[in-house]
């Protein structure tokens, strides 16, 4: 029956994957059009996970918020730590700029965003090193709540043959500062979810 369940299991993954990107809510406002999606992983050993978006902007975007996660095939969620900021974090065309001293610092605005073309890279820790199918998700709201979009894609991580498999993490792992580690756990399996909260 297990086997069963595992070969119905990718059987779902692969066509799912060989569909590339789609929407994964109703959410597809006509203020934002997206083009494509997609989640590449870099590098072998120490991988790094790529979000890459591109589409075109039908309305100024004045603010809002999105986060993103990736959930490897034994339902182990990585969730990277957000909300982050729509216009500083996400169009590759806004630079925001820490300033003032700590602890008193200030976040420059990247808003507002004008209407046209636009791409988004985002570059993460992948932090664990197994192979397998991951899913990846990425979603956002507007300054006011609204859902814009939120959008999946399915991508294979093969680690080198001659990378070890990363061991298992203990429960937590603390660290201060942006781009850290939060917390971490070992790989569940198939159907369990455990959460993996990153910066």
């Known amino acids: 029956a297990n086997r069963c369940r595992l070969a119905i299991f990718f059987a779902v993954l692969r066509i799912l994957h060989a569909s590339s990107w789609q929407h994964c809510s109703e959410a597809n406002t006509k203020n934002i059009l997206i083009e494509s999606f997609a989640a590449k992983f870099e590098g072998s050993d120490d991988a790094t996970v790529l979000f890459e978006t591109h589409g075109s902007l039908e309305t100024v975007i004045t603010?809002?918020?999105?986060?993103?996660?990736?959930?490897?095939?034994?339902?182990?969620?990585?969730?990277?730590?957000?909300?982050?900021?729509?216009?500083?974090?996400?169009?590759?065309s806004t630079v925001c700029v820490w300033e003032g001293t700590y602890p008193n610092q200030q976040r420059s605005s990247g808003c507002p965003v004008a209407p046209g073309k636009f791409s988004s890279q985002i570059r993460r820790p992948l932090f664990v090193n197994y192979p397998g199918v991951y899913r990846a998700e990425i979603s956002a709201t507007s300054a006011s709540g609204e859902e814009l979009f939120?959008?999946?894609?399915?991508?294979?991580?093969?680690?080198?043959?001659?990378?070890?498999?990363s061991p298992a993490p203990p429960p937590s792992l603390a660290r201060?500062?942006?781009?850290?580690?939060?917390?971490?756990?070992?790989?569940?399996?198939?159907?369990?979810?455990?959460?993996?909260?990153?910066s």
């Open 176 to 198: 201060d500062g942006p781009d850290h580690a939060a917390a971490a756990a070992p790989l569940a399996r198939l159907g369990s979810l455990v959460s993996i909260l990153v």
């Open 150 to 165: 939120c959008l999946r894609h399915w991508v294979h991580h093969r680690p080198s043959a001659s990378a070890a498999p």
């Open 63 to 92: 603010g809002g918020e999105f986060q993103f996660k990736i959930t490897h095939q034994d339902g182990a969620e990585i969730a990277y730590k957000g909300p982050f900021d729509l216009c500083c974090d996400f169009f590759s």
